[in-house]
């Protein structure tokens, strides 16, 4: 069951959505009128979801090539986005569009952005480090080139 792809989507929509609900849990219960520790709250979530975004990247790709991790990360991050924007504000005793409309596109871009640049950094550093896949295999195909035996032509 784990090697199928719609596990490992989901299992990725929850652990992104569940940073969301611890987030928007503590601000509830600990800080509740509090702008700065809501706005301190927001900053941290994004950023832990641009960190668990950036080592799954970095793992992953240097296993498989983009055509397999890829969409697995995209549409995992893309359901955890909509879990975040539609759900987790029941979590905090809110509705989605509470705020209006323009909180509402603003989370979405903002969620947007730092999947996009923890995938994004996650990645670039496995190619930096040569640690993706097709660095690997690039690397592999040097080194069966250059371990193979000369051929001799005969005349």
Do not use: E
Not at 61 to 66: G, R
Not at 106 to 117: R, S
Not at 126 to 141: E, F, I, N, T
């Amino acid at each position: 069951m784990r090697q199928q792809r719609w596990f490992r989507i989901t299992v990725l929509a929850i652990a992104l959505f569940a940073i969301n609900a611890v987030a928007r849990l503590v601000v509830r219960i600990g800080f509740d009128d509090a702008d700065s520790a809501q706005n301190w709250a927001t900053i941290i979530m994004f950023a832990l979801v641009a960190l668990v975004l950036g080592v799954l990247t970095f793992l992953r790709c240097q296993q498989q090539k983009p055509g397999d991790w890829l969409p697995d990360v995209g549409f995992g991050a893309l359901a955890g986005m909509l879990l975040t924007v539609l759900v987790g504000p029941f979590v905090s005793g809110n509705g989605p569009f509470t705020n209006g409309a323009g909180d509402f596109f603003a989370q979405i871009w903002l969620y947007t952005g730092c999947a996009l640049l923890g995938t994004l950094l996650g990645f670039w550093t496995a190619v930096m480090l040569g640690r993706d896949y097709r660095s690997k295999s690039l690397k592999a195909y040097t080194q069966a080139r250059v371990t193979r035996p000369r051929r001799v032509v005969r005349r």
